[in-house]
């Protein structure tokens, strides 16, 4: 079973998309298994010192798809970031989750592949190896999982959308019917083992994770998401109790749950799998929305008419927030 595309979805819901350049590939990045393919978008001026996104997209989908479907590489022309877009091997369009190698550090799989293109940026790009991050969107979001688990020393931080805990998808088959449908139920000590056991001996800082999830989801049932707070707050050694609890947040009908600096959850409720990005809360959580190109002139502080900022008038600004204006159905939290 593969999750259905997300593509169009993306499409209309983010609007005309504004890249100044396009993806190039790069080939011959080191270490590379399973033959994914690696696509990488360079802004014409970059942040110095310069970070990097890592973009995964979800099962049947593609780099391109990734690309020309969301707001990452506009947000790369505003914020000087490198972004590059991993294209999964697999026919289906899916990313190997539950292999044994891509679960374990320098082991092998997909991940080994996504871990040596960071490590090529890194020393060809000029990125600062304290500013990498990582997010996808279902396939994508768990590999976001495993990224986090296998290779926290390549990571600063994380966020996955519509996602499965690490590991759950472990075992012989590329998809994992008891995983999607929320019925590996596991304890927090038993899930923190699992992350643990993909870089035994690691003693470094974690990458700070956060994840989101819709109440309606029916590809990867909701309580995965609730499997993911057990599993997250385990590894950092925290309370599954919310230090912040904020309901109606970021937007109606979702909550956002803090469980201190290193770990967020949000739940989108009445939302089912397609989870419309919000980009702009991925930045503030990456520590991005300061971040300029070393070029670029100071921000416009002066105030914008009333009547500009719902985009008439010929006003121009970003479309970058429009997934942002509206309210979902639904009973509120």
């Known amino acids: 079973m593969l999750l259905k595309s997300l593509g169009s979805l993306l499409l209309s819901a983010v609007g005309t998309l504004a890249a100044v350049g396009q993806l190039q590939e790069v080939t011959n990045f080191g270490s590379n298994p399973t033959g994914v393919q690696m696509f990488v978008y360079q802004p014409p001026d970059l942040a110095e010192p310069t970070p990097l996104i890592v973009a995964m997209h979800y099962c049947t989908g593609t780099a391109q798809a990734y690309f020309s479907g969301t707001l990452y590489a506009n947000y790369a022309d505003t914020h000087g970031f490198i972004v590059i877009y991993p294209d999964a091997p697999d026919p289906g369009g899916c990313w190997d989750v539950h292999t044994n190698e ?12 996504i871990a040596s293109m960071v490590r090529y940026a890194i020393a060809n790009y000029g990125v600062d190896p304290a500013l990498v991050f990582a997010t996808g969107t279902s396939s994508g979001a768990m590999m976001t999982n495993v990224l986090m688990g296998a290779y926290p020393d390549l990571f600063a931080a994380g966020s996955a959308w519509s996602g499965v805990p690490y590991g759950c998808f472990g075992g012989p088959d590329m998809w994992n019917n008891e995983c999607s449908s929320g019925q590996l139920i596991k304890t927090p000590q038993q899930w923190g083992d699992l992350v643990r056991s993909g870089y035994p001996g690691f003693g470094g800082t974690r990458p700070r994770f956060q994840f989101w999830h819709g109440s309606e989801d029916t590809a990867l049932y909701p309580q995965n998401f ?48 397609n989870l419309p990005l919000r980009i702009d809360d991925v930045m503030d959580w990456f520590n991005l929305t300061k971040t300029r190109p070393a070029n670029s002139p100071p921000p416009d502080t002066s105030p914008v008419a009333q009547w500009g900022q719902c985009g008439g008038g010929g006003w121009t600004g970003s479309t970058g927030n429009h997934i942002a204006l509206f309210s979902l159905s639904g009973p509120s939290d």
Do not use: C, M
């Not at 891509?102 to 997909?110: A, E, M």
């Open 226 to 273: 609730f499997e993911d707070i057990k599993q997250w707050t385990n590894v950092f050694g925290v309370s599954q109790t919310p230090t912040s609890n904020l309901t109606n947040n970021p937007i109606a009908n979702y909550w956002r749950a803090s469980f201190g600096p290193n770990v967020q959850a949000i739940y989108a409720i009445g939302v089912d799998h």
């Open 102 to 113: 891509t679960l374990t550090h320098n082991g092998g799989g997909d991940s080994l592949a």
